[in-house]
């Protein structure tokens, strides 16, 4: 059974190929994913990769993690799966927390003053 593994700390500049060589060094990869920004199409400095067996996934661990990667020291451990988040609301009523927002209150004409 194969174990997945992230990678954390990884240059920008890496590609998946030289992500998946170098993961090969010490075992054989079933797959390796490097995660990309959608928007700018750079990498995240992260990424996920699965070794074939549970043996070569935890050599990967104990040899390279620390490692340097192009001069960066790279973080490899076991992938544990993506918690659940509360659906994020933008159209809140609540004041403050970011986002900014509408204010409801009625304005205060200028020229009012103020008792």
């Known amino acids: ?6 990678v954390g700390g990884l240059p920008y500049s890496l590609t998946e190929t030289q992500l998946k060589d170098f993961f090969a060094k010490v075992g054989t990869v079933s797959s390796c994913n490097l995660i990309i920004d959608r928007y700018s199409g750079r990498s995240k400095g ?3 990769v699965e ?7 935890d050599k990967a661990i104990e040899t390279l993690n620390g490692k340097d990667l192009e001069g960066r020291k790279i973080v490899v451990n076991v ?3 993506m918690e659940e988040r509360p659906p994020r609301d933008f159209h809140s009523d609540r004041r403050g927390g970011g986002g900014g927002g509408f204010d409801r209150r009625p304005r205060r004409d200028s020229n009012q003053r103020r008792y």
Request: aromatic share 16%; glycine share 6%.
């Open 51 to 57: 070794m074939e067996n549970d043996e070569e996934a």
């Open 79 to 81: 992938a544990r799966p």
């Open 46 to 48: 992260f990424g996920f």
């Open 1 to 6: 059974m194969s174990k997945r593994l992230f």
